[in-house]
């Protein structure tokens, strides 16, 4: 029913920037709620930030202040600005979208930050 695409994940110096997006795409009238999580090498999945179809914003206590969560909703995309980046943010980072009881996936996009 919904599709997720994710791009921007790239190296990174600590300290720098990058910015992600997710297009979604399908049959579907509104995503109600867009999020990113991430996985870091041997860890399990976990949430980094979302974002309500009103704007509402909720974020993890290690990215708050660094990451901002936005969302265009005339184009179905949600972003992640990720400032002053530390090592321990190297993770594959997934794209997720609520739509009624139902949650979507992306296939994820790696972001590494060297230090």
């Known amino acids: 029913q919904v599709q997720l695409v994710e791009s921007g994940g790239d190296l990174a110096q600590a300290g720098g920037s990058l910015r992600l997006s997710c297009a979604a795409s399908g049959s579907f009238t509104r995503i109600n709620t867009m999020g990113w999580y991430r996985q870091a090498p041997g860890k399990q999945r976990e949430l980094v930030a979302v974002?309500?179809?009103?704007?509402?914003?909720n974020y993890a206590d290690d990215v708050k202040g660094r990451f901002t969560i936005s969302r265009d909703n005339a184009k179905n995309t949600v972003y992640l600005q990720m400032n002053s980046l530390k090592p321990e943010d190297t993770a594959v980072y997934y794209c997720?979208?609520?739509?009624?009881?139902?949650?979507?996936w992306g296939k994820g996009t790696l972001v590494t930050v060297s230090s």
């Open positions: 997720n979208a609520g739509v009624g009881p139902f949650g979507y």
């Open positions: 974002i309500s179809s009103g704007g509402y914003t």
